[in-house]
């Protein structure tokens, strides 16, 4: 009898201690402060998110980053409210990410959603943003990949507001309604429609890459970020339907986002592949041919 109450206890202490971390509800008031959450998450100097700047980033080269079986679609798909946000496992094809600044092969743990977006760009906060979190492969597991400053990689993907709905959250969207209340809180259920990854994903041609932490605590700052600057369209409605979910009885959470933190001379890498690189070649031929017109016409002018 004793035992079974020590049990109960301390599984009420450790629900209670996993529900502890939240957000403010700007909804309701919008100078509602975001709340400390202790340890790293208010020690760390490589915290995450931050504000990218395209004009104040480093330059950088690398190998393309290759992407294996983001194509493929993942029928047994399992989707969770976990009070913070809604996270999506149980692929059964293994996704792997190389390439790039990383030094090795990183396999999808998980995906999750933020609304409004974490990381801001120019200073522009967009309306979601999608985290694929991924762990190297070298580390048996999440746990303990997160005591390695080269444990995780997260690709960040942002969403902007459109008059199109996005294929790819629909299908997400369909099952929402399943996981809304606080009753289904922590009960998995799963996602209705296949999907596959990269439906989630624009082009992967230009990023910026820094070192930073996760943004949910322990805040560990075992993050090698990704976050892409093409961003995505989704809806307002559908962006909408993720704030119905419910963190408490009764209580939506109206947003899921941590605020901007402090970049503390980091370095932050942009990465323009293709695009920019076929553009400078483009405009310097161009400017070849006008160079060669100009002789041709002088030419004929002397003629
Ligand atoms: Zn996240």
Same mark, same amino acid.
């Given at each position: 009898?004793?035992?079974?109450?020590?049990?109960?206890?301390?599984?009420?202490?450790?629900?209670?201690?996993?529900?502890?971390?939240?957000?403010?509800?700007?909804?309701?008031?919008?100078?509602?402060?975001?709340?400390?959450?202790?340890?790293?998450?208010?020690?760390? /100097?490589?915290?995450?998110?931050? #504000?990218?700047? &395209? *004009?104040? =980033?480093?330059?950088?080269?690398? !190998?393309? +980053?290759?992407?294996?079986?983001?194509?493929?679609?993942?029928?047994?798909?399992?989707?969770?409210?976990?009070?913070?946000?809604?996270?999506?496992?149980?692929?059964?094809?293994?996704?792997?990410?190389?390439?790039?600044?990383?030094?090795?092969?990183?396999?999808?743990?998980?995906?999750?959603?933020?609304?409004?977006?974490?990381?801001?760009?120019?200073?522009?906060?967009?309306?979601?943003?999608?985290?694929?979190?991924?762990?190297?492969?070298?580390?048996?597991?999440?746990?303990?990949?997160?005591?390695?400053?080269?444990?995780?990689?997260?690709?960040?993907?942002?969403?902007?507001?459109?008059?199109?709905?996005?294929?790819?959250?629909?299908?997400?969207?369909?099952?929402?309604?399943?996981? /809304?209340?606080?009753?289904?809180? #922590?009960?998995? &259920? *799963?996602? =209705?429609?296949?999907?596959?990854? !990269?439906? +989630?994903?624009?082009?992967?041609?230009?990023?910026?890459?820094?070192?930073?932490?996760?943004?949910?605590?322990?805040?560990?700052?075992?993050?090698?970020?990704?976050?892409?600057?093409?961003?995505?369209?989704?809806?307002?409605?559908?962006?909408?339907?993720?704030?119905?979910?419910?963190?408490?009885?009764?209580?939506?959470?109206?947003?899921?986002?941590?605020?901007?933190?402090?970049?503390?001379?980091?370095?932050?890498?942009?990465?323009?592949?293709?695009?920019?690189?076929?553009?400078?070649?483009?405009?310097?031929?161009?400017?070849?041919?006008?160079?060669?017109?100009?002789?041709?016409?002088?030419?004929?002018?002397?003629?």
């Amino acid at each position: 009898m004793h035992l079974l109450f020590v049990v109960l206890a301390c599984s009420t202490l450790a629900l209670s201690a996993a529900n502890e971390w939240g957000y403010p509800d700007l909804e309701n008031n919008q100078d509602e402060p975001f709340p400390k959450w202790g340890g790293l998450c208010d020690s760390g /100097k490589k915290q995450s998110p931050i #504000n990218l700047h &395209v *004009n104040g =980033a480093l330059k950088g080269e690398f !190998d393309p +980053l290759k992407f294996e079986n983001y194509d493929e679609h993942q029928g047994s798909l399992q989707m969770v409210n976990n009070g913070h946000s809604i996270q999506i496992s149980g692929f059964d094809h293994e996704l792997t990410l190389s390439g790039g600044a990383l030094g090795s092969d990183y396999v999808v743990e998980q995906i999750h959603m933020h609304w409004w977006s974490e990381h801001t760009i120019n200073t522009i906060r967009y309306p979601l943003e999608v985290h694929i979190v991924h762990r190297n492969t070298i580390y048996p597991n999440i746990t303990m990949a997160a005591n390695f400053k080269d444990g995780i990689t997260v690709l960040g993907v942002l969403y902007h507001v459109s008059n199109t709905p996005n294929e790819a959250i629909d299908s997400i969207i369909k099952s929402l309604g399943e996981i /809304k209340a606080y009753e289904q809180q #922590n009960v998995p &259920v *799963n996602v =209705a429609d296949s999907l596959a990854v !990269d439906d +989630l994903i624009p082009s992967v041609a230009n990023y910026f890459t820094y070192a930073g932490s996760l943004t949910t605590p322990t805040c560990a700052e075992a993050v090698t970020w990704i976050v892409l600057t093409q961003t995505f369209p989704v809806t307002l409605a559908q962006v909408n339907e993720f704030k119905e979910i419910e963190y408490d009885q009764g209580k939506q959470l109206h947003n899921n986002y941590r605020e901007i933190q402090s970049e503390n001379n980091r370095a932050v890498v942009l990465v323009e592949q293709l695009q920019r690189a076929g553009a400078a070649q483009l405009s310097a031929l161009g400017l070849s041919l006008t160079l060669l017109l100009c002789f041709a016409v002088q030419k004929i002018n002397l003629l």
